[in-house]
């Protein structure tokens, strides 16, 4: 059994340095394709500008948002935590790990932390 895991471990590592790399690539490839400079035109082409900015915008903090994930579970790897679920401290679902490599949380937990969330928004 402990060497099914250490596979696990292994392949959701592998997983987790490609996501990063991917990530940090598109990364590049936002803040190339972000432009300050031109602020001429009429209104409607500043209009579109300011609309493209704030959506490459929205994107660069999901994929940061993500890389911090990323980063937290690689963590969670060398410091011998990885694969347990944050709300219910049982062990993530296998093949939950190997979909979603930097979830904190089991299939359990998470329904858990969303009856919280849907509790406290009323």
Not at 86 to 114: D, F, K, M, V, Y
């Amino acid at each position: 059994m402990a060497g099914v895991e250490s596979k696990l471990l292994q392949e959701c590592k592998k997983r987790l340095l490609t996501a990063k790399m991917d990530i940090l690539n598109r990364v590049k490839e936002t803040r190339r394709d972000l432009h300050f400079e031109d602020k001429g035109g009429d209104e409607a082409d500043q209009t579109v500008r300011v609309l493209a900015e704030a959506e490459t915008l929205t994107l660069h903090e999901r994929l940061r948002s993500q890389l911090l994930e990323i980063e937290l579970a690689l963590s969670r790897i060398e410091g011998g935590t990885y694969g347990i679920c944050e709300e219910t401290e049982e062990a993530i679902e296998h093949e939950r790990l190997l979909a979603i490599p930097w979830t904190r949380l089991s299939i359990e937990g998470a329904e858990i932390r969303e009856s919280i969330k849907k509790r406290y928004a009323r």
